[in-house]
């Protein structure tokens, strides 16, 4: 069992895989780049929340990415790309709001372009991908993670 732990903040999900003392200290016996092992092994983990995500999310562009690495723990990230930063807004929903243009706003609207200075958006109920992926693959993110560190400790 590996300890770990997942927070979602911000649209993103954030998956802290924390490595035991006694794992840490096998991989450092047998000479082994231990950041780069932790490295590996959480991006493998983590791959499967961001896929199960990715075909939860309204489009194909969720990311995966060390946020912070230290030598005994790697921050990953799963969330939409910087291009698709509004599928957060699929994540929690949004109220009801005015969006006003510095000058104006511009977009293809149901009769053509359209040419405002402000909007009414209705809002948008909430339609989660990330928490629900979170959920359904971290017991398989964890078992993969340690399965991956144990196996690189077998080869030696």
């Given amino acids: 069992d590996v300890p770990g732990g ?17 794992l840490l200290a096998k991989l ?52 939409p790309d910087k291009e698709h930063w509004y599928y957060k807004f699929f994540e929690t929903g949004a109220r009801p709001h005015e969006i006003v243009g510095d000058p104006t706003l511009s977009f293809e609207g149901h009769s053509g372009r359209v040419v405002t200075r402000r909007v009414r958006h209705p809002g948008m109920a909430a339609s989660p991908f990330l928490r629900p992926a979170m959920d359904a693959e971290e ?17 030696g």
């Fill in 6 to 22: 997942a927070v979602m903040s911000g649209g993103t999900v954030t998956v802290r895989l924390e490595g035991g003392e006694e």
């Fill in 28 to 79: 450092r016996a047998l000479d082994l780049n231990v950041k780069e092992e932790l490295r590996d092994a959480g991006l493998a983990a983590a791959e499967r929340i961001r896929a199960t995500a990715e075909g939860m999310a309204p489009g194909p562009h969720i990311r995966l990415r060390v946020a912070r690495q230290t030598a005994t723990m790697v921050a990953l990230e799963i969330g």
């Fill in 139 to 155: 017991g398989g993110a964890r078992d993969e993670f340690g399965s991956r560190l144990r196996a690189r400790i077998e080869r």
